[in-house]
């Protein structure tokens, strides 16, 4: 910056050599950084083109505009292409300046003219005055105040949550929340305050002071009501692990509002007076009871779900009626529908059931035989299911002149009914000389023993004790396998193949069994093959005849 001196900027100018570009943001900052520091002054850009030096002037305009605001950027475009008006202008209008388009060199030299007056005969900035401070009245005084919610003949309430809401004199809601007690900053004047706890609530203005240490009660007219869950009258309450999971229910029956019951196993209610009638379900039971809630005064009310006691018991029918006790043939079905109870393997099955009247199913040998239960609230009842039929008593035997078979290995018998009513399912025992009670009808038998099986079809009738012995037409074969030399084999495996007229033998053995000594079977009456393969690799075959009856032990020597 210096006074103005043609001479020296002709000189300046001769040792610069134009290539064309247009640094203009470049340029700008030069210029104000020429600039007094303290602040102001005015920049005049004249530009023949648009930047061409990848810089926004506009922005940089603006920069230089937010870090002095006293300073003015005038621009004058001269020979300006169509368009390039509009990207100079920017500049001048972020910086408060004036824009100029300048086609000649008259309209030039008039421009910088017009650009050199207005600079003249604007003042400079003044330093902006200094504010005075506004005058703020005293705040008022906050006191901090007590809300307590309490019912009349019991005190306050401190056990159950309360939903608060106060306003102010204008009706603003100063405070809406839920608090046993609670504590409020208020400015002196005058509320409202309302108080719900469950479906009763109460409402009351006060007011605020300048005095410390108020305190305000708003009256509920509530009573109260604890429950509890017991399974009957005579029974003590539920435990909190007994009544996990309980659903309560509460009806108003005096057009009081709605409340809920948490699931609790003794819950204690602030309530509304009037009746309600209380409901509760546990674990498939349900009940209901009804209580009176009275202002201020407290009430207990016990809910039983009327339970009692049944003992089942299966009985064959009959002067004496003999308890069945063979729990492998019992299968029971209590009640209907969802509800039903299944219980199986059980001989007298003891039940907790609410009072009333129940269906009972039995099911034995297949069939089903039905009856009925009558419950009563703390009572313990016995509910017979009279069975009619008789009892098949079960042995088998080799042949008609053999002993009856002693082995429970022996002998695995099958039930099954033909053409009972009802649903019906086969009966399977494995034991040698089962006892077991039928209902009456028509029964196939079927005896696996071995590798010999027999079928016979029997009739049972009502009350009858028959006995049933069951010939096999078989032989009972032990094999025994000896080495001729060594070491006994650690396994052997034997393999019984049935022989024809011809004496070959069967593609596939109908008996094999791997033994570390001896190996016995039930088979047919008839001739046989018996191999016996060591794990030594030593083999031994023979061939036998049985005869119906026969128990034979046949030895052989390993080679």
């Not at 059931?353 to 239960?373: D, M, N, R």
């Not at 696996?448 to 079809?457: A, L, P, R």
């Not at 004790?465 to 025994?480: E, F, H, Q, S, Y």
């Not at 009456?525 to 061939?543: C, K, P």
Request: with cysteine.
């Amino acid at each position: 910056m210096a006074p103005i001196a043609a001479d020296k900027v002709a000189a300046k100018l001769k040792g610069l050599r134009a290539r064309g570009k247009t640094p203009i943001s470049q340029s700008l900052r030069q210029a104000a950084s020429l600039l007094p520091a303290d602040g102001g002054g005015t920049i005049i850009l004249v530009s023949d083109g648009i930047e061409t030096c990848s810089a926004d002037p506009c922005a940089v305009a603006r920069d230089l505009k937010r870090a002095n605001p006293a300073l003015t950027i005038h621009v004058v475009g001269f020979g300006l292409a169509k368009g390039e008006a509009a990207q100079l202008s920017c500049i001048a209008e972020n910086a408060q300046g004036r824009f100029f388009d300048a086609g000649t060199a008259r309209q030039l030299a008039d421009n910088l003219s017009t650009i050199t007056e207005t600079i003249a005969t604007t003042p400079p900035p003044q330093p902006a005055p200094e504010q005075q401070p506004v005058p703020q009245p005293e705040p008022p005084r906050i006191q901090r105040i007590g809300l307590a919610a309490v019912i009349e003949g019991s005190g306050p309430i401190v056990d159950a949550p309360v939903r608060w809401t106060v306003r102010n004199e204008k009706q603003d809601t100063v405070y809406a929340g839920e608090s046993r007690g609670l504590s409020l900053d208020l400015v002196p004047g005058t509320y409202k305050a309302t108080a719900e706890a469950a479906n009763a609530q109460g409402d009351a203005s006060f007011t605020v002071t300048d005095a410390e240490g108020q305190a305000f009660e708003i009256k509920v007219g509530a009573g109260r009501l604890d429950l509890t869950l017991a399974a009957s009258k005579s029974a003590a309450p539920f435990s909190d692990l007994e009544a996990a999971g309980v659903k309560w229910t509460l009806e108003p029956l005096d057009g009081q509002g709605k409340a809920d019951i948490p699931s609790l196993a003794r819950p204690s209610l602030l309530l509304a007076p009037g009746r309600y009638k209380i409901g509760a379900r546990l674990k498939g039971l349900a009940g209901t009871a009804l209580a009176t809630v009275t202002p201020g005064a407290p009430q207990a009310v016990t809910l039983d779900f009327k339970l009692g006691t049944v003992v089942l018991e299966a009985v064959l029918d009959g002067d004496v009626q003999q308890p069945i006790d063979d729990a492998t043939l019992l299968a029971w079905r209590v009640g209907d529908g969802d509800k039903a109870q299944s219980i199986e393997g059980q001989t007298r099955p003891r039940l907790v059931l609410q009072e009333g009247t129940y269906p009972v199913f039995l099911s034995i040998a297949g069939s089903e035989v039905k009856g009925s239960a009558d419950v009563r609230a703390d009572e313990e009842r016995v509910a017979r299911i009279v069975v009619k039929g008789g009892e098949l008593m079960l042995s088998a035997r080799l042949g008609p002149q053999a002993q009856p078979l002693e082995d429970w290995r022996d002998a695995f018998w099958t039930l099954q009914p033909i053409g009972t009513v009802g649903e019906t399912k086969a009966l399977e025992i494995q034991e040698a000389a089962p006892t077991v009670p039928l209902p009456p009808g028509r029964w196939r038998l079927i005896l696996k023993s071995g590798t010999v099986t027999v079928e016979q079809d029997i009739q049972v009738s009502p009350g009858s004790k028959m006995p049933l012995a069951i010939d096999l037409g078989g032989a009972r074969l032990t094999a025994r396998a000896i080495p001729a030399s060594g070491e006994p084999a650690a396994n052997i495996v034997y393999s019984v193949f049935a022989l024809d007229a011809a004496g070959l033998p069967a593609a596939s053995p109908v008996y094999e069994v791997g033994s570390s000594g001896d190996a016995a079977s039930i088979l047919s009456a008839g001739r046989w093959r018996v191999i016996a393969l060591d794990s030594e690799g030593r083999q031994a075959q023979t061939n036998i005849e049985l005869g119906i009856g026969e128990e034979r032990t046949v030895e052989m020597t390993l080679n």
